[in-house]
């Protein structure tokens, strides 16, 4: 099943498929038990649409739900005001295509759904949609006059507190003072009389155009020779044109013309596209929930930036293309709908907890990092992959076997490591002959793609040299070399594959990092503290709560909490966590709390905690060791933030200034389990050597950079399962502390003052 916001992935034949919905409980009732018990014991996780929402991912959107529409009248202006929304995204996006590329935001497209495509005892939905379209093309003074009526906010239609439903919406085409030719332009790609055409080689499709403009529109139903004939009645010709391909599957193409999508019911389910942005619906959502909350998932759906699949929380333009507008154009037909989406109560009391900036005049004296955001290494560079003199590096295959002895029960297992003998292992040029090379090449192009290293050249050669060179060893069993069959061909050329794909790895984040320390620089803090994510245009601070709002007593429980935050009990703390600590910029610090439905920027997770709890304690235990020192604090957000590594956006939690009167020290601090790192090769343990790097090249004798991982996992946990394993003062040698091993007291020893 792949409903709404559904997807999945897969590996090749032999592999698995694992989908993933955020809707899949609004699909449920009680009248269907069997698709619950079918797909309940195959549910890992459930990630309801309130979380999913919540949690900043999808669009945000705008349901205009207008009740008792008893006139044709009012139904043409809804329908019009459905068109203002969409040019007014047509606009923005394309009066800021720079910035909608960078947010990864497609070309907007509006798409009308209807029930019927034949009428029976009255007329079809999709000829009623059709009829909208041919009188806003046929009759502008009327569509001048619906216009004109809704951006005064005299449209008639009233909201519960009696004013129209209008009034504060379309500021952006109010601003930009709307000319209708433009309109028409934009969307129908002229003016002119309508024209249908039944496209002979796209089954199912009917084009729209205005004389012998491009297609702008597209009809996408299932009897097409029955619509035909309710056109016929109304005296509407269908003309042929054999030569077009399908305008439907063209949608997705970034050169689609197409701006309109009509159809029944027919599209919903399997149709994947990320430009949906404006929805009329007719006619749906009387008995067919379930539908609607696909439909609904088709039109949320959001890349965002960097392919986070995240609201970028933009206030300004951007967050017009990232909202969904929905218009229902007869009355309660989107009751079903609502009523889902309230079942996931998304109907939130938003509460604001005032920040107070710290230390404010010592701004000016503190550095950060900056980089060029109009650079990056995939556009401004072209890398053609070489054999590196200084990359080495080996993959280790050897068996890993646990035996567990369980005949001492006091304490539990015992656990001893099975240690085989390793030997080096290369590959040969016999071995390479074998290789069906355009395997390899395919997995790597596609290893390629999938890490983003869009601008780097690879030529065969290369891997073949590489695949002989000393550049790596291969540590594992003298027989995994073996080849007598073509299964020991096909294992060898996985191992190959493992071996390029490691080198790439290192090859190219070596250069990327390379491209982005040159592209960094110092810069006052005080001039462009962007770093605290939620200022306000007044200047002022704070952090945004979400709790619903059905917890009205907790509600006000807290409202009364925040009139008192600098001294609350131990009791009141467990209500609204929060650390007051005066060495860092901004207070209180909030923490994550299970009550709290969001919280924004994210509360401080435990390994965040008791950094920031140890580090307090720490420096009021040892006031005179740093009685000639000024120490603050930072917590740094991730994409406003200070960031490393364009590829994988590695953000350090803090950031620490410990200064004198000549020297700063800027320090970036990860509070982290690091069960799932790389070792000592993960590029956020490698930022210690790269940041050396970069200092040097900044060449300001007055600042010190560092980088530390504090680690909630203890060491003997972190190396469980391993073969030779590095020792702890090998991770500490490389500036991963542990949070159970008195780090302060090494992390100021090791700090370069």
Do not use: C
Request: charged share 30%; net charge negative.
């Amino acid at each position: 099943m792949r409903n709404a916001l559904a997807g999945n992935t897969s590996t090749r034949e032999e592999g698995f498929v694992f989908e993933y919905s955020a809707t899949f409980g609004q699909i449920l009732s009680e009248k269907e038990p069997e698709i619950l018990k079918e797909y309940a014991k195959s549910i890992i996780f459930d990630y309801s649409y309130k979380y999913f929402y919540l949690d900043g991912y999808g669009k945000d959107f705008s349901v205009l739900n207008v009740k008792n529409v008893s006139t044709i009248d009012f139904s043409g202006t809804v329908f019009v005001a459905n068109l203002l929304s969409f040019y007014e995204q047509l606009l923005v996006y394309e009066q800021n295509i720079n910035q909608a590329k960078e947010y990864n935001l497609e070309k907007p497209l509006w798409i009308f759904v209807g029930t019927t495509v034949t009428g029976k005892s009255e007329e079809s939905d999709v000829i009623q949609i059709l009829d909208f379209i041919n009188r806003v093309i046929s009759d502008e003074k009327w569509l001048k006059d619906k216009i004109e009526i809704i951006l005064l906010g005299k449209s008639g239609l009233k909201d519960e507190n009696d004013r129209d439903v209008f009034i504060n919406k379309f500021e952006h085409i109010k601003n930009s003072k709307i000319e209708v030719d433009e309109l028409y332009k934009k969307i129908f790609s002229g003016k002119g009389k309508l024209n249908i055409y039944e496209l002979k080689n796209a089954e199912g499709e009917l084009g729209l155009k205005i004389g012998e403009n491009e297609y702008f529109g597209v009809i996408n139903i299932g009897n097409v020779s029955g619509f035909k004939k309710q056109l016929e009645k109304k005296g509407i010709t269908v003309a042929q044109d054999v030569i077009s391909s399908s305008l439907f599957d063209d949608i997705k193409k970034e050169s689609s013309n197409i701006k309109i999508l009509i159809g029944s019911k027919k599209f919903i389910e399997g149709w994947d596209t990320w430009r949906v942005s404006s929805m009329g619906l007719l006619n749906i959502g009387k008995g067919q929930g379930p539908q609607i909350i696909q439909l609904f998932g088709r039109g949320v759906r959001l890349k965002g930036k960097g392919m986070s699949l995240k609201r970028s929380d933009e206030k300004g333009l951007i967050r017009i293309l990232e909202t969904l507008n929905i218009y229902s154009i007869k009355a309660d037909y989107l009751n079903r709908f609502l009523d889902a989406i309230s079942k996931e109560e998304v109907e939130f009391e938003t509460i604001e907890v005032p920040v107070l900036p710290q230390h404010k005049e010592k701004w000016e004296n503190l550095y950060t990092l900056n980089k060029d955001e109009s650079k990056t290494f995939q556009e401004e560079k072209v890398l053609m992959l070489e054999l590196d003199e200084r990359i080495f590096y080996s993959i280790d295959l050897m068996p890993k076997v646990s035996i567990y002895f369980g005949k001492e029960r006091r304490e539990g297992v015992k656990q001893e490591e099975v240690k085989a003998e390793a030997q080096p292992l290369r590959l040969t040029e016999e071995i390479l002959n074998l290789f069906d090379w355009n395997r390899i090449l395919e997995e790597i192009y596609e290893f390629k793609l999938l890490r983003g290293y869009y601008n780097l050249i690879i030529q065969r050669e290369i891997l073949e040299h590489l695949l002989l060179s000393e550049r790596y060893k291969i540590f594992a069993l003298p027989q995994i070399l073996e080849i007598k069959t073509k299964e020991d061909i096909l294992r060898a050329e996985d191992i190959a594959i493992l071996i390029i794909k490691k080198y790439i790895d290192l090859f190219y984040k070596k250069y990327a990092r390379k491209f982005e320390s040159e592209n960094l620089s110092y810069y006052q803090l005080g001039k462009q503290l962007t770093l605290f994510a939620f200022e306000k245009p007044d200047g002022t601070y704070s952090y945004t709560l979400q709790i619903d709002k059905r917890k009205s007593e907790f509600i006000e429980e807290i409202r009364k909490l925040i009139e008192k935050l600098d001294n609350l009990s131990k009791e009141e703390q467990e209500i609204l966590p929060r650390v007051y600590f005066h060495n860092h910029l901004f207070i209180p610090i909030l923490l994550q709390s299970k009550r709290i439905d969001k919280i924004s920027p994210t509360g401080l997770v435990e390994s965040e905690k008791e950094f920031l709890l140890g580090l307090k304690k720490y420096l009021a235990d040892n006031k005179a060791k740093f009685s000639k020192y000024e120490i603050f604090l930072l917590r740094n957000y991730p994409k406003v933030g200070v960031g490393f590594f364009n590829l994988s956006g590695f953000y350090p939690d803090f950031i620490m200034w410990v200064k004198n009167e000549k020297m700063q020290n800027i320090v970036f601090i990860d509070p982290k389990g690091l069960e799932h790192t790389k070792g000592l090769d993960d590029e956020k343990v490698k930022l210690k050597d790269d940041i050396k790097e970069l200092e040097k090249s900044l060449g300001n004798e007055n600042i010190k950079l560092d980088s530390f991982i504090i680690s909630k996992t203890p060491y003997e946990k972190l190396i469980a399962g391993n073969i030779n394993p590095p020792s702890k003062e090998d991770y500490i040698d490389h500036h991963v502390l542990f949070l159970d091993d008195k780090w302060q007291e090494k992390l100021f020893s090791m700090i370069s003052l």
